[in-house]
């Protein structure tokens, strides 16, 4: 670890099993932190619950999206068959919903995973290519078999030496402040 | 991962006990209602009307010529026939040429005077045999694909698979000659009609009771198979049980799309032998998935609100049967429309006379519109949400919602036949006729499942079951 530079933006703490980590989470939740993350090499079920990661706005963005995408494939069949340039077919009625039921199903979806798609990336913030955690050395290990706990300076409770005596005492095996 | 999810069974409550005589209480007492209430209802309608059909009325619709029904057939001349926009036009037209009295197609069946009550026979014994079929099918898929989350569940699925046996004997009064005629015109077809003729090599009486009786034998011996060496592995523990379970079931995938697909044939499309539909089959199989997840969500919060499977079976669950009955209701409206559209888009006559006869009054259109509505757009909206799938409550009420226009889909494939489609057919005894059913199915089911424990509760697989989580 470099020596101390600029101001201090993260606290870090590893932790060797997924179990542990769960233990330390729960603790950090209820010491009443808020912006702070867990970082490990797979997802953990119940981890979640552990953080108090509140429910996703994810699923609206994917029902606005289909509406959205339903709305847009009527219009648009309105606009090209009935309005823009009529055209008589095997008798059919210019304008009718059985026809234009196919297209409005399939751009729904279309639609439909646009929101949440481009929705999860808004909601994480994505994409950004350099975040503090990267600076340190045995962040890596996050990918590999290393679970991570990291509060933020932008948290009130944000303070290096109090942050890192907690999670030392909520079992981290290593602590480590990054700066700027 | 696993390791978060310790749940120990011990103390779970996993047998029907004292839930059985209550169960069949509640069976047969809804039977004997339904059967008095079917009694009661034949003895008050006077025997001129209602009952057998509307009397003169009726014979003349079946008295067809072969010869000109087609040329005598306004609808199927007529380019905006399918349009459902014109749906009224066409009641007015239906009528103005019921009213000529040419408007016979003739191809359809007439029950002579008693026989009304056969169709609402049929309609029951095709809803529970579509629920009994969506088990054989939940197992079936649960071995295909090596599933754990469903080994909690799995119990309920082998226990009302068993029904086949009161199913087969339901089915014996419809295999007799005088009810076969009257809901099939294919037993006595017009002189000169070559569209049956052509077909009676397979819709025939004899071909018919074999194929029948070749279905359930297929269905019981399934059913009976994957029970018995489930309930055997209870006791015995032995994961070769579940290889063995394995083993057969591609084959079992295999017979049971065809049986299905047949059945569907036999029993709901050939009320019109004229028309043929090549997706008729999975329609059907929409509906029997459909509603054995509906039945089973009610069977489930049933039997956890009777302190049944309290552990083993776990909100998650909950969810996920939830989302087999709003996936399968999209499923349904995919086919169902996949149907329409090309019979709608194609306009040849003999495609959509079917249609046409369920658009010829205003009421079956209603019904038809309120399939679209109440069979997809609402359940869909209804149960796209998690919390909605987790709660019991809730759950219970889409299910239970999901189980009656299931009732209303398969009325909607039968009854329009009746008249052919020109006047509206419900009678009470339609209703008693199918809550009767439903007592006899309702202590069948409670039957099948005593006497085991509710749960595999030995299948190697349990620990997923246990240790599912909705991501």
């Known amino acids: 670890m470099a020596q101390p530079k600029g101001r201090p933006v993260l606290v870090l703490g590893e932790f060797e099993s997924a179990d542990s980590l769960m233990v330390a989470a729960e603790q950090v939740r209820d010491a009443g932190f808020t912006h702070w993350d867990c970082y490990t090499p797979y997802p953990i079920h119940g981890l979640d619950e552990k953080m108090g990661v509140k429910a996703t706005a994810l699923p609206w963005f994917v029902l606005g999206g289909g509406l959205t995408g339903c709305f847009v494939g009527f219009l648009m069949q309105w606009f090209m068959n009935a309005f823009d340039y009529p055209f008589m077919i095997s008798g059919k009625p210019t304008w009718s919903v059985p026809a234009n039921i196919p297209v409005s199903f399939e751009l729904t979806i279309l639609f439909s995973a646009f929101g949440a798609f481009f929705g999860m990336l808004a909601m994480n913030g994505l994409p950004r290519f350099y975040r503090p955690h990267f600076r340190s050395e045995r962040f890596r290990r996050a990918t590999n078999d290393r679970y991570f706990i990291g509060i933020e300076a932008r948290d009130r409770s944000f303070d290096p030496a109090k942050n890192q005596d907690l999670l030392s005492s909520l079992g981290a095996s290593h602590v480590e402040v990054v700066e700027e | ?471």
Request: aromatic residues 14%; glycine residues 8%; contains cysteine.
């Open chain 2, 1 to 471: 991962m696993m390791s978060h999810s310790h749940v120990d069974l011990s103390s779970e409550q996993t047998m029907l006990d004292r839930l059985w005589p209550l169960a069949w209480k509640a069976g047969a007492g809804l039977a004997i209602f339904g059967v008095f209430a079917t009694l009661i209802l034949v003895f008050i309608t006077p025997k001129s009307g209602g009952d057998a059909g509307h009397g003169p009325g009726a014979a003349q619709v079946s008295d067809a010529h072969g010869a000109d029904e087609h040329a005598a057939d306004p609808h199927a001349a007529d380019p905006h026939a399918a349009d459902p926009h014109a749906a009224t036009e066409h009641a007015d037209h239906g009528a103005a040429a019921h009213s000529g009295g040419h408007h016979t197609t003739g191809h359809v069946s007439e029950p002579p005077a008693g026989k009304r009550w056969v169709y609402a026979y049929l309609i029951g014994v095709v809803y529970f045999l579509s629920i009994t079929l969506g088990s054989l099918f939940f197992i079936i898929i649960h071995h295909l694909v090596r599933a754990g989350w469903s080994t909690s569940l799995r119990r309920l699925a082998e226990g009302t698979s068993r029904n086949f046996w009161l199913l087969a004997l339901l089915m014996i009064p419809l295999l007799l000659p005088e009810n076969l005629s009257a809901l099939y015109k294919w037993m006595h077809p017009d002189a000169g009609d070559e569209l049956i003729s052509v077909k009676a090599i397979y819709l025939n009486q004899t071909a018919f009771t074999i194929r029948i009786l070749a279905y359930f034998f297929v269905w019981i011996a399934l059913s009976t198979f994957y029970h018995r060496l489930s309930v055997k592995q209870d006791e015995t523990g032995d994961p070769k049980l579940s290889r063995k379970m394995g083993v057969v079931t591609p084959i079992a995938v295999l017979l049971f799309a065809i049986t299905v697909s047949f059945a569907s044939f036999d029993l709901l499309m050939s009320l019109d032998a004229h028309w043929f539909s090549t997706i008729f089959g999975i329609y059907f199989f929409a509906g029997c998935v459909l509603s054995w997840h509906a039945f089973l969500a009610l069977k489930v919060i049933w039997l956890q609100s009777n302190g049944r499977l309290t552990k083993s079976v776990t909100p998650e669950h909950l969810q996920d049967i939830g989302k087999m009955v709003f996936a399968f209701t999209v499923f349904w409206a995919y086919i169902g429309f996949s149907q329409y559209m090309l019979y709608w888009y194609g306009n040849v006559p003999e495609e959509t006379s079917w249609y046409l006869r369920r658009q010829a009054i205003p009421a079956w259109g209603i019904w038809g519109f309120f399939l679209v509505f109440g069979h997809f757009v609402a359940p869909f909206l209804f149960m796209l949400s998690k919390h909605v799938k987790r709660k019991r409550t809730t759950l219970a009420i889409g299910a239970s919602w999901v189980l009656i226009v299931h009732w209303c889909d398969l009325y909607y494939l039968v009854m329009p036949q009746l008249h052919d489609g020109q006047k509206f057919p419900f009678q009470l005894m339609d209703v008693t006729i199918f809550l009767t059913m439903g007592g006899v199915y309702i202590a069948s089911t409670a039957w099948f499942l005593r006497g085991h424990s509710l749960l595999a509760k030995k299948d190697p697989r349990l620990h997923e079951a246990l240790a599912f989580h909705n991501a």
